[in-house]
Antibody
Framework: QLQLVQSGAEVKKPGASVKVSCKASGYTFTTYGINWVRQAPGQGLEWMGWISPYNGNTKYAQNLQGRVTMTTDTSTNTAYMELRSLRSDDTALYYC????????????WGQGTLVTVSS | DIVMTQTPLSSPVTLGQPASISCRSSQSLVHSDGNTYLSWLQQRPGQPPRLLVYRVSDRFSGVPDRFSGSGAGTDFTLKITRVEAGDVGVYYCMQGTQFPFTFGQGTKLEIK
């Protein structure tokens, strides 16, 4: 069945980088874009960006430009999100989510990866 | 960026009774292709979000017909005809008409 399985929780110090993975199965990976969405503790959802596994095209949220990089490895059907220069307010649950057929919503989600930034 | 505003932020509902959540966008969500890309997601406690409705009123696979979406332009509504215990959680509207995708603040549905 269709699944997005993310890597495990991470604890990082301020200024460090984190790279979260999202392994897709059950569909043709290159057919659907992958979005990354984060959720700070007790807060709402924040869209971080999108990548096309087909051609590597990306779109990033303005407030993360320069700190975030999204990539994919089509040989392993895995998407990655790297966030650099971590701050305490980057502490959040990070989700990957697949584009739906029309590319305008998010139909399947990973289980989430908790990233804690603390000195 | 398009700002999405939901009301109410909290909705206590009696089991078996209907519930309604509104979502307003700061600009029209009609895309240049003529479609309106407004969706609704449900997040149960401790779970990732789940897609309920996309393109204003299309129910996603497996979503009960108790859930329905409506609206046009900048004003949208999610209705639940008979609330069940499993409907407890936070509901988000989301626009996919233009990047960056943006979400409403969320509406917490709880049982009275």
């Amino acid at each position: 069945q269709l699944q997005l399985v993310q890597s495990g929780a991470e604890v990082k110090k301020p200024g460090a980088s984190v790279k979260v993975s999202c392994k897709a199965s059950g569909y043709t990976f290159t057919t659907y874009g992958i979005n990354w969405v984060r959720q700070a503790p007790g807060q709402g959802l924040e869209w971080m960006g999108w990548i096309s596994p087909y051609n590597g095209n990306t779109k990033y949220a303005q407030n993360l430009q320069g700190r975030v990089t999204m990539t994919t490895d089509t040989s392993t059907n895995t998407a990655y999100m790297e966030l650099r220069s971590l701050r305490s307010d980057d502490t959040a649950l990070y989700y990957c989510a697949r584009d739906c057929d029309s590319g305008d919503s998010l139909d399947y989600w990973g289980q989430g990866t908790l990233v804690t930034v603390s000195s | 960026d398009i700002v999405m505003t939901q009301t109410p932020l909290s909705s206590p509902v009696t089991l078996g009774q209907p519930a309604s959540i509104s979502c307003r966008s700061s600009q029209s969500l009609v895309h240049s292709d003529g479609n309106t890309y407004l969706s609704w997601l449900q997040q149960r406690p401790g779970q990732p979000p789940r897609l309920l409705v996309y393109r204003v009123s299309d129910r996603f696979s497996g979503v009960p017909d108790r859930f329905s979406g409506s609206g046009a332009g900048t004003d949208f509504t999610l209705k639940i005809t008979r609330v069940e215990a499993g409907d407890v959680g936070v509901y988000y509207c989301m626009q996919g008409t233009q990047f960056p995708f943006t979400f409403g603040q969320g509406t917490k549905l709880e049982i009275k």
